[in-house]
């Protein structure tokens, strides 16, 4: 119930202002938030298990969701408005019903990592440091550091120096 709230009141605040104030609303969650975090109101976070480092950027209408697994975001990490950042799936079922029982797997964006607009993140990646990741990319295989990713699904681009 209280997370309830907690999104409630998050979601009332002004979106590019009262970060402290939002930080410390996620705190309360029992989500690990870490210094200078800038994350507007107008994200949903619904999942059990969040961590974002210090002087990391969320931005407008972005959704992180999942289940029971950890969504954890680097340090020094900004995320444009409209991605979705998604750690439930589920495993493959017979014809009768292919989406079968659900699971939660562990997501991971390193530290000072760019995600284009309208990026979707699917469960069980992993994105290595200081990677870009390309607007409007799906990504749903691990990403080694420093490489520039885009298309869906998300390929790599080159290597970045």
């Known amino acids: 119930m209280i997370s309830y709230i907690i999104q409630f009141l998050f979601s009332i605040l002004p979106d590019s202002h009262c970060f402290n104030l939002k930080s410390f609303l996620l705190r309360l969650r029992g989500f690990e938030i870490g210094k200078n975090v800038r994350i507007v ?19 407008y209408e972005t ?12 340090k020094n ?4 408005p409209r991605c979705a950042i998604i750690s439930g799936t589920h495993e493959i079922g017979d014809s009768t019903h292919r989406a079968d029982q659900g699971v939660s797997k562990e997501i991971i964006i390193g530290d000072g990592t760019w995600i284009g607009a309208n990026t979707t993140i699917l469960a069980g990646v992993t994105i290595g440091n200081g990677s870009i990741v390309a607007a409007g990319s799906l990504v749903n295989d691990n990403i080694e550091s420093d490489f520039l990713v885009a298309g869906v699904p998300a390929r790599v681009i080159r290597k970045l120096p």
């Open 63 to 74: 959704l992180i969701a999942g289940g029971d697994a950890l969504i954890k975001i680097g």
């Open 41 to 59: 109101s107008s994200v949903k976070i619904k999942t059990k298990y969040f961590s974002i480092g210090d002087n990391s950027f969320i931005g």
């Open 77 to 80: 990490v900004d995320i444009a």
